[in-house]
């Protein structure tokens, strides 16, 4: 059993910053990407970024030059460090990992407010 935990969700004003962070624990698993996503209240789940195993990352348009990815292989970690943060960017943060072998994983999600 492979177990994805986030934390670091917050009440954060507009302009402020924020480091997320997702754990991997259970089961021994080298995954491949391991990525964030986001829903907002009434709207769909949506990427914000990913990054492989060789720490290669891509970003949503919303939030190219804001947030960083990045991930520890070691711990099986993975963040996402949120800068100039918008009420936009409000919601649910979600972490997924997925294996080589294509199995995929879903933390459970940690809020993050951003009051205007």
């Known amino acids: 059993q492979v177990q994805l935990v986030e934390s670091g969700g917050d009440l954060v004003q507009a302009g402020g910053s924020l480091r997320l962070s997702c754990a991997a624990s259970?089961?021994?698993?080298?995954?491949?990407?391991m990525a964030w996503y986001r829903q907002a209240p009434g709207k769909q789940r949506e990427l914000v970024a990913d990054?492989?195993?060789?720490?290669?990352?891509n970003y949503a348009s919303s939030v190219q030059g804001r947030f960083t990815i990045s991930r520890d292989n070691a711990k099986n970690t993975v963040y996402l460090q949120m800068s100039s943060l918008k009420p936009e960017d409000t919601g649910v943060y979600y972490c997924?990992?997925?294996?080589?072998?294509?199995?995929?994983?879903w933390g459970k999600g940690t809020l993050v407010t951003v009051s205007s």
């Open positions: 997924h990992a997925r294996r080589f072998d294509g199995r995929g994983y």
């Open positions: 259970g089961s021994i698993v080298i995954f491949g990407v």
């Open positions: 990054i492989s195993s060789s720490g290669s990352a």
